[in-house]
Nanobody
Framework: QVQLVESGGGLIQAGGSLRLSCAAS????????MGWFRQAPGKEREFVST????????YYANSVKGRFTISRDNAKSTVYLQMNSLKPEDTAVYYC???????????????WGQGTQVTVSS
């Protein structure tokens, strides 16, 4: 399936902002809905946000709603996650994933990136 590579993670202070990017290759990016998931130490991987293939439909986990924004640029085969007002509890490895349709469960996503670490300090 499509190959995905995340970037943009790092260490940031609480209240700050960070933008993650996920570059796709190998398949037609515009055919895939895309999602972001995260996994904190000792926790299960959880849904963060998803965006339809067209980019017109989005959905967010309640924990990030109003703070995070997902977007995509199909011409650049890239999906983004703009993270504002970051909290220490946002600390996790963030993963980009692709699916055939809008979804919020990990099993619906068939391709995954390697993950990028986001650490939010207090």
């Amino acid at each position: 399936q499509v190959q995905l590579v995340e970037s943009g993670g790092g260490l940031i202070q609480a209240g700050g902002s960070l933008r993650l990017s996920c570059a796709a290759s190998g398949r037609t990016f515009s055919n895939y809905a895309m999602g972001w998931f995260r996994q904190a130490p000792g926790k299960e991987r959880e849904f963060v946000s998803t965006i339809s293939a067209s980019g017109y439909s989005t959905y967010y986990a309640n924990s990030v709603k109003g703070r995070f924004t997902i977007s995509r640029d199909n011409a650049k085969s890239t999906v983004y996650l703009q993270m504002n007002s970051l909290k220490p509890e946002d600390t996790a490895v963030y993963y980009c994933a692709a699916s055939s349709g809008l979804a919020v469960t990990t099993t619906r996503f068939t391709s995954w990136g390697q993950g990028t670490q986001v650490t939010v300090s207090s």
